[in-house]
């Protein structure tokens, strides 16, 4: 006997046993911050961030994200010289000027009643998540911290989720991962993820 099909030929799921978060944008109100300091970086260069700009670097690691910029800023510099002036910037300010997004402590609360396996799915650093993280009260929350140094290629690629799944010891298509970018859904539904 076959497990029934849904529409568009897929089995359906049963509820997830464990659930993964996307960082920037989703958890923390980053991107306000980084569409700020971007604005400073470029305007330093006589160009303005635009809509294309942010879209094409979200949910991207560093290493693919401001390679992006450079290209649509129509710039001709190091790649690590402005990811260095974007980080110190971004660092100045962010201890006060990044917060939870509304509604996450609670949401959280929930999961743990449940007791649902939780991890954080970035392309972000390890320091800069674990300084978020801990910032806020919430690496303890988390079983697994999963950035961009665990990983060789970034999202949309679907490794970060596929490697999330192993460490939580369940099936991705038995993981409920939160995003919020573009690239960050395609990896989710490559991961075979809910």
Known sequence: MTAPRQEGGRTPRGPAVAVVFDLDGLMFD??????????VVLGRRGKSFT???????????????????????????SPEDLLAETR?????????AVHPTPG?????????RRGLPLAVATSS??????????GHGLR??????????DVTQGKPH?????????RLGVEPRDMLALEDSPAGISAVRAAGAI
């Open 30 to 39: 980053t991107e306000a911050l980084f569409h700020r300091v971007a604005g």
């Open 51 to 77: 809509h294309e700009m942010m879209q094409a670097m979200l949910g991207r690691r560093a290493a693919e994200a401001i390679p992006a910029l450079l290209k649509l800023a129509g710039l001709d510099e």
């Open 88 to 96: 110190s910037l971004f660092h100045e300010e962010m201890d006060s």
């Open 104 to 112: 996450l402590f609670h949401l959280l609360d929930v999961l743990d």
């Open 125 to 134: 650093g390890r320091s800069y998540a674990e300084r978020l993280l801990g």
């Open 140 to 149: 303890g929350r988390f079983h697994q911290l999963l950035t961009a140094e």
């Open 158 to 166: 679907p490794e970060i989720y596929r490697k999330a799944a192993a």
